[in-house]
């Protein structure tokens, strides 16, 4: 507090991010306030956020902060480090900031060795703290010592930090909300990623409220497109500016979810007190519920919008910054520890995986995994089975199958799929999927059958090819009505396959047996087609399959009964 922060901004900026009367009237910053510096040198526009020091504001500071890629540590040369500072660090980290560059101002009225000490209880500070110092600059915005060189070093920061990434959705953390004349409703915030053009259509979250984006400006100028990290107003004129709160959401429909329910990391909080979660800007109360080691699961008092990987603040009841989180899973599904506790290690190293157990044999659907991570994912870049939309883990269909032979066998082979659909809560594509190449079954008249143990004999499709084909030998193209039950039927034996795509039932193959016996041990061709007075189509086939089942043997032109039936 006091350090010098906003000064410092606007000595960098031409701009004062105090704006309030009251801050002018106090001399010090309340809320968050947004500047912004073109360094041409890398060609870039630095959004410069100014927050509040005094602990009061902490939430104040915390909107700022949320939205921050980076920071510059603002320190007193005359004061050193204070607790705010060290706070606002804490709160930093908290967010994900785990670099920083140092301003140790108001060097113009600090004798050079105490500006050393306090640099060197920075420097010691940042390394307790594992944050990363890109440099130290000295300046006094008063006297308009050292801007440039902190300029450069702004330039040199931003230049080392990530680009935000290219395929996340868009999100914007909304800070205020006003009414223009001639305009409508502007919402104001900071982009935390993705794109956002005129004409799209976005929704207010939590509230569900859709509204077209008329037009966009980046500091006072229209854009056609605003883009991770900028400072956003969106026209949107059919939102009601009344009803936004700070740290609301812009989204784009189905994209990104909704949840009171996530599961996260973090080390200093007790279970089933209070506290507040900040998601981005906006902060929410919870109580956590312990789960094993660092992972808790937190249940909130409102909706809010988050991804995997999202970083926060929390704090206590009385308004103190505890520590951060680590969201790891958006929208749990399964609430028992044990789960989480079974597979804690997917959780942290391998989310797509776990979030696939998790959602078990409902799968999930390519969209709600990427509204799980903010960003499209490419499903052949997972471990996973495809069916249609949707995704499963390979564990869990082997699971279904196991399941489901358990079922058919424990039903005497035979089992409705209509029941095998309710009982195994799986859907028609699953058990598609299982039944293709499950081998020794079959299904008939929507009944799944073991082909060696079902009782097929009260079934209506057996009783009609039985009927079908007591006639005499059927060729296959008339069986089609009867495919799937004249496979069991054969591999039952109450139907012979003699090749050629002809069937014969079992006694009136016997009975053609019986009959040519009585020609004596030995026959021929013609003898045969006599007796049984059957087409050469069908005679010959027959005789061969005999010869198949080593009933006759061919010696010659005659053929020899080797033993009995
Ligand atoms: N001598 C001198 N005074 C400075 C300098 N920078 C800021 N000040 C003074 O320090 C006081 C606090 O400056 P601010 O810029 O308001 O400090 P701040 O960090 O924004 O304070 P909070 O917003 O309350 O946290 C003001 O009276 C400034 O005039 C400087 O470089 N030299
Ligand atoms: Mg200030």
Redesign the pocket.
Known sequence: ????????IKALTSIDT?RLPEEKQR???IDVGFAFVDLQKINTRVEII?V???ERFLKNAIAGLSSAQGLIL?VDANEGLMPQTVEHLKLAKSFGIEHCIVAI?????ADPELIKLVKEDVEEFLRKENVKCFGFYL?????GIGLEELKEGIAHYVESLPEPPKDAFFRMSVDSAFHIRGYGTVLRGSCMSGIVKEGDTLILEPLGIQAKVRNIQNHGNFVKEGKAWQRLAINLPEIDHKLVERGFWLVKRGELLKTKITLISAYGIKPGKEYTFFFGMRGVSGIPRHIHEDVYMIRLSQPVVCVRSDRGAILDSSGRFVCGYKLLDPNPKRLSKAFVKKHLHLLKEDPITYYLLESGVKGMSIKELSAYFGRAINPQHTQSVRIGDILYHPDILKQVKERLLDLIQNSKGVIKLAEVVSKLKITQGILGYILKDLRGYAVVEGYLLDEKSAKIEELESFKKLMEFMQDGIREENDLFNFKDVLTVAVKKGYIHSLGEFLYIRDDLFKNFVEKLKELGDTFSLQQAKEKLKLTRKYLIPLLEYMDLKGLTQREGNVRKFTKDV
């Open positions: 507090m006091d350090h010098g922060k906003t000064s410092l105090d001399g010090m910053s100014d509040p020091g005094h603002v101002t108001k060097i113009d009225r300046v006094s915005s008063k006297e």
